[in-house]
């Protein structure tokens, strides 16, 4: 089978995974259903941002985020010692351990791992710079699913 072909193929597996539930990561880890979003989590995270699904970054990364929350990427993300505790445990909990996310990204972003590269090459740089797309980080912006953990290709709608 044909490199581009396989790709095709792992990417309508993953698709068809994902609708019916499982987010990826999840069906990397041994095809177990997909951990509901730990609800302080989604309340602090998602103010802000989407509440990115802890497999997506190994756990040394969202240990360095947890711990330089006063500065989260250019922003003042102070939460108080229990609730902060509470998330820290939860995300290293649940943190990436499959092989594609256990290479820590540059600077621990989700956006700049292999993978997430790898997942995007189609994408061009003036699409990512659309208004209302802003950034690889705002994956809502054509994810349609993304705040449930969805990113299966077949809910992307990538805005003009």
Known sequence: MSLRLHSRVHRVLFGLIAA??????????GH????PLLPKYQQECAACHV?????????????????NLPHH???DASLDPATLK?????????????????????????????????????????TWK??????????????????QGDFSEHNVRIPR
């Open 130 to 147: 659309r208004p209302a797309v802003k950034s690889a980080s705002n994956c809502i912006a054509c994810h349609t699913g993304a705040n």
């Open 73 to 75: 990427y250019g922003t």
């Open 20 to 29: 019916i539930g499982v987010s990826h990561a999840a069906m990397a880890e």
């Open 51 to 67: 509440a990115y699904p802890p497999g997506l970054l190994p756990a040394a990364s969202w240990q360095r985020v947890m711990n």
């Open 86 to 126: 509470e998330i820290g445990t939860w995300l290293n909990a649940n943190a990436g351990t499959y092989k594609r996310v256990r290479e820590v990204p540059p600077q621990d972003r989700i956006t700049r791992s292999a993978w997430f590269i790898r997942q995007h090459d189609e994408v061009s740089a003036a």
């Open 32 to 35: 177990k259903r997909a951990e």
